[in-house]
């Protein structure tokens, strides 16, 4: 018997097969989708949720200067994390969870110098991963550790960190920058610029753990290791850096600067920064710290307000982000482009008077200006009228060109973030180039005008400033390697030449003859500019920019000082900036080994004496100015600054008025409140010296000379090795070299 099946069945039976199939290809598809599509995403979520995994930071590259000192390095120190869902399990095992999670909380709060409330919050969220503490001391992580195993806890982790340490605290601050609390560079300096190259790649450790987040009991943590950063070697010279923000840190004391100072020194010939320094500093080592001068319990740390304060005050680099108007040392550039182009060379007569030009009288700072003179006198004496002229003589096109070649219209292309650009005229008119001729109405960086006094220095040639030699791996191979780096032939070579003569004029008997440094050859010119601020402050910006020695230049350095106090003496770059440049000049070539050559001249010189000033009841800009116009240097020693110098009393001097001392030594003054000992020295050994090296060792360590011969040294009036109070008087006797 055959049975037949219903049309109505049949197309039951299809229908319900083409259902099936489609659901069968819908469960396909789906599979698919979730295998192929987004197989991995599941994969990672499925292996998150079967592990728990924390985070080893890899260790940052460290950075050095030039000679292998370290400037920057991680060193060892732990993190403390804590597993919320396994201390709530354990908790729940002992009985009490909220008990269980408060004596971890306060435990760690107690040993971390934590907020109890906050840990314990910290501790009640959902998750089976939370931190507690970076950066902690090693010491202070065993406290934990201890705790931990004599109280048998679950659920807290002590794990590697990396801690970012700064052994020499401020100095190089701008340089080299800091860290944040991911180990990654912030705000300013190296540790920004090469953060990729110093950074690293982070690790794990990874632990396979429950449904419930619980680390199961006979799971073997899994690491992966972290990859370190590679290492970072400056150009900086940390001596030098040394003695540029200790000379900086004396002049912004000295004259109550209160827009700060700033000082660059560079290798002309390779372009090497080998120091640069921005005054006021900061302790890279607590960079949030209240900045000098305001008021600490007003202080409220890391906020935003605070760091706007910080950028705008301590972390700014003057040497990068700030402009000024050059003044004076710009009448270089100007000179190098006039001789370049043959306009004028050093022999050429050139008129001082006033020009008058679109209502504007320019004339010279000597009342009369200095009548028709050599161009090498108008150099040497700084003559405005006669670079206003000069300007206008070489005319709009090759004037503004040369400047350009000069790199002012360009950033240098020093590595650091954060550097300004000049501000020149657009579209000048006449009276715009004649004052640009010596500086005034455009605005240059330092780094900008210390470059283009390299190219005078080193025979024409425009450098990029190289601040970082190279980038090495921990094995110590190359990873990239910073080369001298020519842009450009801006001058001649016998343009350069002729220029470094006439500025070495400037030094020796001109305006910036406060630069002068026995037994180096200097070259320089002194700059005094007014800011939008002068009219309101009365108070400009001091600059000189210099360099040595002249027969073979190895520095060129620039000195900045911006807004300084005219209450203590009458702001200019030869009184003021000047002196800071030579000081800067003499102990930098001395520890580069540079040999100094004497002049007889100069030899003689170091016979001149005068007399000791009595400095009782005088304040301290009057005692400045009274040791000054006879010759003398004064060290000044107690507590005052710079707005209180014409406040703060003269309390004592070493040596007593009257005595007789060799020109430029120095005299020891007490002010504010005398010392309860005063310091002391030890005598060094100046038999078988020359004059000239007597004089150099007595100044360093702050004693005073008397000689009446020159020669070399046969007896001293006090025995080497006594122990002398500082400011004490050596006499010396002498016989044939």
Not at 170 to 183: M, S
Not at 403 to 417: I, P, S
Not at 619 to 644: C, F, H, P, T
Not at 674 to 693: I, N
Request: aromatic share 6%; with cysteine; charged share 25%.
């Amino acid at each position: 018997m055959i049975l037949k099946t219903s049309p109505k069945v049949k197309t039951r039976i299809v229908i319900l097969c083409l259902i099936v199939s489609a659901l069968l290809v819908a469960l396909l598809v789906r599979v698919a989708w979730i295998q192929f599509i987004r197989g991995e995403e599941y994969t990672k979520l499925a292996y998150e949720q079967q592990n728990s995994g924390r985070t080893i930071p890899a260790t940052r590259g460290t950075i050095k200067d030039s000679e292998g000192n370290v400037l920057a390095i991680s060193v060892s120190a732990r993190q403390v994390s804590v597993n919320q869902t396994m201390i709530k399990t354990q908790g729940e095992k002992l009985g009490d969870v909220e008990a269980y999670q408060k004596k971890i909380a306060d435990k760690l709060a107690e040993i971390l110098e934590l907020d109890s409330e906050e840990v314990l919050a910290k501790i009640q969220t959902t998750g089976r991963y939370r931190e507690i503490a970076r950066k902690v001391e090693v010491d202070v992580a065993n406290k934990i550790e201890a705790w931990k195993d004599e109280e048998k806890i679950k659920g807290v982790y002590i794990d590697e960190d990396i801690k970012r340490y700064y052994p020499n605290n401020e100095l190089a601050a701008h340089i080299l920058g800091f860290t944040g609390r991911d180990d990654q560079g912030l705000v300013c300096g190296v540790e920004v610029a090469l953060d990729s190259y110093l950074a690293g790649t982070p690790g794990r450790v990874i632990a396979a753990v429950d449904s419930l987040g619980n680390e199961l009991p006979y799971a073997e943590e899994t690491r992966v290791e972290p990859q370190n950063g590679n290492n970072v070697e400056l150009n900086i010279n940390i001596n030098i850096q040394a003695i540029c923000e200790e000379v900086l840190q004396e002049t912004a004391a000295k004259w109550n600067v209160t827009e700060g100072c700033a000082a660059i020194v560079m290798d002309p010939n390779e372009g090497k920064i080998l120091a640069m320094a921005s005054n006021p500093s900061f302790d890279l080592n607590n960079p949030y710290a209240c900045p000098e001068g305001m008021d600490p319990t007003l202080w409220t740390g890391h906020t935003a307000e605070n760091v706007e304060v910080l950028n705008s005050t301590v972390w700014r680099n003057k040497c990068l982000t700030d402009t000024y108007e050059p003044g004076s040392t710009f009448k270089a550039i100007t000179g190098s482009i006039g001789v370049e182009y043959g306009i004028v060379n050093k022999d050429s007569m050139v008129d001082d008077g006033d020009l008058f030009l679109a209502d504007w009288q320019i004339g010279c700072w000597k009342d009369g200006g200095h009548g028709i003179v050599t161009f090498a006198s108008a150099v040497k004496n700084s003559c405005n009228g006669v670079f206003a002229r000069l300007a206008l003589d070489i005319g709009n096109d090759i004037f503004y060109k040369g400047l350009e070649n000069f790199g002012f219209y360009q950033k240098t292309g020093v590595l650091l973030a954060g550097e300004a650009n000049s501000i020149i005229h657009t579209n000048p008119t006449e009276i715009d180039r004649a004052v640009a001729g010596f500086g005034q109405r455009i605005q240059v960086t330092p780094m900008q005008m210390i470059r283009a006094y390299c190219a005078i220095a080193n025979g024409g040639y425009l450098l990029t400033p190289q601040l970082v030699n190279e980038v090495t791996d921990q094995d110590g191979n190359v990873v990239i390697r910073y080369e001298k780096e020519v842009e450009r032939q801006v001058i001649s070579e016998a343009t350069a030449k002729e220029m470094l003569a006439m500025l070495e004029g400037v030094v020796t008997t001109g305006t910036g003859h406060n630069a002068y440094v026995a037994g180096y050859r200097v070259a320089g010119k002194t700059g005094t500019s007014e800011t939008i601020e002068t009219d309101a402050t009365d108070r400009f910006v001091a600059s000189f920019c210099g360099i040595a020695p002249v027969d073979d230049p190895q520095i060129v350095v620039l000195v900045m000082i911006d807004h300084p106090d005219q209450r203590i003496a009458t702001a200019s770059g030869g009184r003021m900036a000047a002196p800071a440049a030579a000081e800067i000049i003499e102990r930098s070539l001395e520890y580069l080994g540079v040999e100094r050559r004497y002049t007889e001249e100069e030899k003689s010189n170091f016979l001149l004496q005068s007399q000791v000033p009595d400095l009782a009841g005088k304040n301290v800009a009057e005692a400045i100015w009274a040791l000054e116009s006879r010759g003398l240097q004064g060290k000044i020693i107690g507590e005052y600054s710079g707005e209180d110098a014409y406040k703060t009393k003269v309390v004592g001097q070493m040596p007593a008025p009257h005595i007789i001392l060799n020109r430029n030594s120095e005299v020891v003054v007490y002010v504010g409140e005398e010392p309860e000992t005063r310091p002391t020295v030890k005598v060094p050994d100046l038999v078988g010296c020359s004059l000239a090296d007597a004089y150099v060792i007595l100044g360093e360590k702050g004693l005073g000379m008397i000689a009446k011969q020159s020669g070399t040294v046969i007896s001293q009036s006090i025995a080497s090795g006594t122990d002398v109070e500082l400011g004490t008087v050596i006499t010396l006797e002498l016989g044939s070299e």
